[in-house]
């Protein structure tokens, strides 16, 4: 069993026991525990079923690279799945739960899978669920949704606050073991700024639990002497509990932090996203031990060897009383050597290598008494919830069984692989290091920054070190010369420690124990835990042709799971590289992409979500809206009242109300948000006529046109009223939605294409306020407020003139999108209130209403104008829209113009504007299809029109739409049938799309 | 993400601050152009693993657009110049030919 022993411990405060519940269960830790640890020290060892076999796991490691033990933490709005149980810190009260089982962690009814394993092969999705198509929707779907995933999604809202923050440095050191602390400390002593990111709780790495001694001293004596002097460095900065998550484009660095992970209740943000710009970067990320691939090697007990290790001196926890080492190195001695002097049996240590005479780590565990079997190796593991013995065969052979030994644990070791993820997350490249069996940086291809040079240097361990000695010495010469590039000078008193130095015999490369297993081994060989792929399915994988190893890695899903193959990977190449006969370096590996490690969607998020999701554009009139009963609708980034709805009315009521007060009396709407660019210069015509599809050039001062402006591409992307100011200048009135979008295309062009053209633009929007005062009292309210003459004479519809209105500094445009005689009036932002109220008053006994958004799409739908949006997607032409009026006959050439001569553009057969009428009065739904005749070639029904905009008309009490139509203008009074989502299918009549005064003689009054 | 100097304003910023705009130095073509000229014209571009000149706007910063030579592998930036020329300047060219020794701006010859 696995248990608390009665002495050690060294991170652990055994002053401050903790509990904690797992699966409901109550259990006792230690301040300083991680959960996995709590969980060995609580004998449960089983903690959570696999994804695709859902065969029962146990903890393999005491890191980030654990794949099996996988947690649901807490309740509600502090739920959250996948959390590692090697990275979550004990603490009072802490909540666990065990994922991807049914009805429980002991009894799964998913198991079953198991034994169906031969017949769910690598690809076996891709294979079974191809065909029927029908079966897929609606059998196959449902349970491989039900089945898979691991943890929940949680459902409430998360419940705590996350921030972003921005440093810079010098030098940015990712780890903060023995490697990275030389290293900040020899580019702090040159002067230069340093960050210095740990991902754990702890300094110092795995190298105190390995133990030997750094200049005389104890490795942990060393690294508190280091931080001391690292702490009072001013240009120095340490941050633990921070994992450096991803390494981008020219020195961009993501580090995760997390605040509060470890104490829930603290005040504060929970987690902080570091967004950090460094000169250069310095990976100090270590190592990762890599599990063997022998048969069994996934049931609960068998651990990485430098786990067991880590639990027996970290957190005074042993894994098992009887541990079997399984190795193909000298470095796993050390947990033999740690289980010893912890009092507990290493019945045999497994060592697949054949030495011609014993290393100092061999000779000290038999002097130990340990017995150590060379060329040997597990030929499976016995045991399913739990190891119960290992049979041991030779390496060389297939798997014949030489002896059986009884054990409840086994410590594995197939060597070390350097943590290159943030090295290669931009492009630096990696070499084969055949003598240790790795990848490690290509340090003659590292990734590059804007000058052209690398920016990232690995340290250490990550540069494939493995010697304390060399780490250190690595990590030194490796900060120096940073800093030097940098242009900081080393600082004289900076010399490179001396650490005892360990004779190693050199490891000897295992990808299958024994060597030639059988089939019946291979399909119990895990590679990748979390996603249970075997040695077999690789090996099929590549049997079927899935020879690139970015091919086979999707096929078979090895090293895709959350964990993203952090054990797996190189396992799993040089399996792929066996079967194809290949050399592992031309294999090659998959790509790594950041994060390193999981990290919250609240982290990437940060304060920008609710309220701060984004900013939010506010008119002057807001307030007034606000208290007046709006209800909001979004126009990009603005809010506009969408209709104003008074006490006892419903929201459609209200717009009811606002059209037929707004065609009988008067209605006010703010139209502050549409677009006000400012065009000016002697080349200003010029330059609107390459912009608009009409001649602008020839308006004359006081006048207004309506304007079409397309993309290169012919499409239709904005509308609008023109005004010409005077000779040189234009006011360019543009949607709501595109005046940000079309100031962008207009200076694009001008200072990309015209650059010689004399014109300025000025972005005019939020300088003034207009409101439009539109219906048959509109007149008679201006004049009420008096100052100048607005009658047909003095200002005849599309003109516009300067002067003074109750007071008020007013521009008055007569133009009307609603087809009632209508002004629209442009005040200065800040007299935008006043005006308003003025407005009212003045319009009191003329019936005066505001109106919102809703009502203005009704009145202009009734009058058939288009709405950019409703008519157009993006696909549609000025010509689809009947507006060739519109476009200038006269011009060689404007935006769009070529375009709009391409065959595709020129076919008779494009779907063109018009109005549609139900036949029994309903209201067409929005976006519905009109059924032609037969099926395409696909099946599927033919179609021949769509309804862009559809309203509910008061005026005309009926359903009144718009739509695009197959030869629709040559088709008037023809019935299409248009099947409604909600299983009705509704009749329309296609019309004029001009419902309401067609002769236009309402506006011109 | 990348880091930028904007030759106008000479502000260095980050890549968030800029908007990209593909490639550099297209001759537009208008009516009366070919549909071969037009259809390379509005929808050919050079998709390159190796020096690009493309244009980004300092959109949240002076407003100007701008030219810049960047390698799309490596991402070294070999220089940002005025978006107001028709090809790129003799010092972008030498610092690209630093690097590239094989590299010709369109139809320039071998020398």
Redesign the interface.
């Known amino acids: 069993m696995s248990t608390r022993l009665a002495t050690g411990g060294r991170l652990l405060n055994k002053s401050a026991p903790l509990s904690f519940s797992f699966n409901g269960k109550q259990m006792r830790g230690y301040e300083g525990d991680t959960l996995a640890s709590a969980l060995l020290a609580n004998d449960q060892v089983l903690v959570g079923r696999s994804f695709k076999y859902h065969r029962p796991r146990g903890i393999v490691t005491s890191g980030p690279e654990e794949p099996n033990a996988l947690m649901n933490l807490g309740q509600e709005g502090r739920f959250e799945p996948n959390a590692r149980a090697t990275t979550t810190e004990l603490f009072d009260g802490l909540e666990a739960a065990s994922q991807n089982h049914w009805p429980s962690l002991e009894f799964d009814v998913g198991a079953i899978n198991k034994h169906l394993s031969r017949f769910l092969p690598a690809g076996f999705y891709y294979k079974m669920f191809m065909h029927p198509r029908p079966l897929w929707k609606h059998v196959y779907e449902p349970i491989i949704r039900h089945s898979a995933g691991l943890g929940k999604a949680p459902k409430a809202a998360d419940a705590d606050n996350y921030e972003h923050f921005y440093a810079f440095c010098d030098v940015l050191i990712v780890g903060g073991g023995v490697a990275g602390l030389q290293a900040a400390l020899a580019a702090g002593q040159s002067g230069a700024r340093v960050i210095v990111l740990e991902q754990s709780p702890h300094w110092g790495g795995r190298a105190p639990v390995d133990g030997g001694r750094i200049d005389g001293a104890s490795v942990e004596d060393w690294i508190a002497q280091t931080l001391a002097q690292l702490r009072g460095m001013e240009n120095v900065t340490l941050r633990e509990r921070t994992m450096g998550a991803g390494v981008?484009?020219?020195?961009?660095v993501l580090g995760y932090e997390r605040l509060r992970d470890h104490t829930p209740d603290a005040p504060g943000p929970r987690h902080c996203l570091w967004r950090i710009?460094a000169g250069h970067v310095i990976t100090a990320t270590g190592a990762i031990e890599r599990p063997l691939s022998f048969a069994g090697n996934d049931v609960p007990g068998v651990m990485l060897a430098s786990a067991v290790r880590d639990y027996v001196t970290n957190y005074a926890v042993s894994p098992g009383d009887r541990t079997v080492l399984v190795t193909n190195n000298d470095n796993a001695y050390l947990t033999a050597i740690a289980l010893k002097h912890a009092g507990l049996d290493v019945p045999a240590i497994l060592d697949a290598r054949v030495l011609p005479q014993d290393s100092q780590l061999v000779a000290q565990a038999k002097a130990l008494g340990i017995r150590v079997l060379m060329g040997q190796g597990v030929s499976s593991v016995q045991g399913s919830k739990r190891v119960t013995g290992v049979a041991v065969c030779s390496q060389a052979g297939e798997g014949a069984v030489l002896e059986e030994i009884a054990c409840d644990a086994v410590a594995m070791s197939g060597g070390w692989s350097p943590v290159v993820h943030l090295w290669s997350h931009c492009?630096g490249k990696l070499t084969w290091d055949k003598a240790r069996a790795c990848f490690r940086p290509d340090q003659d291809h590292p990734p590059?920054?804007?000058?052209?040079l690398g920016f990232v240097t690995p340290a250490g361990a990550a540069a494939g070190m493995f010697a304390l000695d060399d780490v250190l010495h690595d990590a030194h010469a490796a900060a120096e010369g940073v800093a030097t590039t940098l242009g900081f000078k080393p600082a004289r008193e900076a010399r490179s420690p001396v650490a005892e130095r360990r004779e190693e015999a050199p490891m000897s490369p295992v990808w299958q124990m024994p060597q030639g297993a059988s089939v019946k081994l291979r399909e119990k060989t895990f590679l990748d835990y979390q996603n249970d792929v075997k040695v077999s399915d690789v090996r099929l994988a590549a049997q079927e042709g899935f020879v690139s190893v970015e091919h086979a890695k999707r096929y078979t899903t090895l090293g895709m799971a959350t964990d993203q193959g952090k054990l797996s990977n190189i396992n799993g190449l040089a399996t792929l590289a066996g079967a194809l006969d290949a050399e592992i370096p031309s294999v090659g590996t998959t790509t790594f992409r950041p994060p390193y490690h999981p990290i919250s969607m609240g982290a990437i998020a940060g304060d920008a979500r609710g309220d701060t999701f984004q900013p939010i554009r506010r008119t002057p009139l807001c307030e007034w809206h606000e208290a007046n009963g709006a209800v909001w609708e979004p126009v990009g980034q603005w809010r506009r009242p969408y209709a104003y709805v008074q006490s006892g009315e419903s929201t459609h009521d209200a717009v009811m109300r606002e059209v037929t007060n707004t065609r009988q009396n008067l209605g006010l709407l703010d139209a502050s948000t549409l677009g006000k660019l400012i065009v000016r210069g002697p080349d200003a015509g010029r330059f609107l006529d390459m912009l608009y599809t009409n001649m602008m050039s020839t308006l004359k001062p006081g006048k207004c046109r309506y304007g079409l402006m397309c993309n290169?591409?012919g499409f239709l992307i904005d509308d609008g009223v023109v005004a010409r100011l005077d000779e040189q200048t234009f006011l360019c009135h543009t949607t709501t939605g595109g005046a940000d979008s079309i100031h962008?295309h207009m200076?694009?062009w001008l200072?990309?294409?015209w650059?010689d053209w004399k014109v300025h633009m000025v972005n005019a929007t939020e300088h003034y306020a207009q409101v439009a005062v539109v219906g048959p009292n509109a007149r008679k309210c201006l004049e009420k407020l008096g100052g100048m003459d607005l009658s047909r004479e003095a200002l005849g519809f599309m003109e516009w003139t300067d002067g003074e209105l109750g007071g008020f500094k007013v521009r008055v445009f007569r133009i009307s999108f609603s087809g009632e005689l209508s002004y629209e009036i442009a005040v200065e932002a800040g007299q935008g209130q006043a005006f308003w109220d003025a407005l009212l008053v003045a319009g009191h006994s003329l019936g005066v209403m505001p109106y919102g958004t809703e009502c203005l799409h009704i009145l202009r739908a009734e009058k058939g104008f288009i709405m950019i949006g409703d008519e157009t997607d993006g696909t549609v032409i000025p010509q689809d829209l009947g507006l060739n009026w519109a476009i200038s006959k006269k011009k060689?050439?404007y935006l769009g113009?070529?375009?709009q001569?391409?065959s595709h553009m020129q076919d008779p057969n494009r779907w063109k504007l018009v109005g549609l009428e139900t036949t029994d009065g309903s209201t067409l739904p929005d976006g519905a299809y009109a059924l032609g005749r037969g099926e395409n070639e696909n099946g599927q029904k033919v179609v021949e029109g769509r309804v862009t905009s559809t309203y509910h008309s008061p005026t005309l009490d009926r359903g009144i739409a718009m739509g695009l139509v197959l030869n629709g203008p040559d088709r008037m009074g023809e019935v299409l049938t248009f099947p409604g989502t909600d299983g009705k299918t509704y009749e329309a009549m296609i019309v004029d799309p001009v419902f309401y005064d067609p002769k236009g003689e309402k506006q011109n009054v | 993400?990348?880091?930028?100097t904007c030759p106008c304003c000479h502000v260095t910023a980050?890549?968030t601050e800029f908007h990209a705009?593909g490639e550099a130095h297209l001759t537009?073509?208008?009516?009366?152009?070919s549909?071969g000229e037009?259809e390379s014209y509005?929808f050919m571009r050079q998709n390159p693993k190796g020096v690009h000149l493309e244009?980004w706007?300092h959109?949240y910063g002076c407003?100007?657009?701008f030219h810049l030579a960047r390698?799309t592998?490596?991402?070294?930036?070999y220089g940002a110049y005025s978006?107001?020329t028709t090809a790129p300047p003799d010092h972008i060219r030498t610092a690209i030919k630093d690097?590239h020794p094989d590299w010709r701006w369109q139809g320039e010859v071998n020398q």
């Open positions: 981008y484009d020219h020195g961009y710009r492009g590059t920054g804007a000058d052209g290169e591409n962008a200076e694009e200072q990309t294409e650059w060689d050439d113009k070529r375009a001569q391409r | 993400m990348l880091i930028l980050e890549e705009g537009r073509i208008g009516p009366g152009g549909e037009f509005l244009r706007r959109v407003g100007k657009w390698d592998a490596t991402l070294h930036v978006a107001q690097r």
